[in-house]
């Protein structure tokens, strides 16, 4: 079965870091391009980052670049989103998904779960 489990996430004060986990079954990560996603209730889809299946090159938007960091490790077929220098705005549900530039549940075949992270005094 394919799919992505995600762990990590949780609350934080303004200025921490978390990471957040996201181990693929079914599927190898170092074929497939990757996203992480994130969703403030009530609000659309945010794409926060994607990392090349191939070159592993990374891209960000512009809120999270220099703060967040996307990576992979192909031996345990996961992949990581380092958050730091948290700010309240980056509250919301964090998704993986295995796809490019996801923007949408539709765009991309394959998500996770869902990790919460919630930055607050």
């Known amino acids: 079965e394919v799919q992505l489990v995600q762990s990590g996430g949780g609350w934080v004060q303004p200025g921490g870091s978390l990471t957040l986990a996201c181990e693929a079954s079914?599927?190898?990560?170092?074929?497939?391009?990757m996203s992480w996603v994130r969703q403030v209730p009530g609000k659309e889809l945010e794409w926060v980052s994607s990392?090349?299946?191939?070159?592993?090159?990374?891209y960000y938007t512009g809120a999270v670049q220099d703060r967040f960091a996307m990576s992979r490790n192909n031996a345990q077929n996961k992949h990581y989103l380092q958050l730091n220098n948290l700010k309240t705005e980056d509250t919301a549900k964090y998704y993986c998904?295995?796809?490019?530039?996801?923007?949408?549940?539709?765009?991309?075949?394959?998500w996770g779960q869902g990790s919460q992270v919630t930055v607050a005094t």
């Open positions: 998904a295995r796809g490019w530039m996801c923007s949408s549940f539709s765009s991309c075949p394959v």
């Open positions: 079914g599927f190898t990560l170092n074929n497939s391009s």
């Open positions: 990392i090349r299946s191939t070159s592993m090159s990374t």
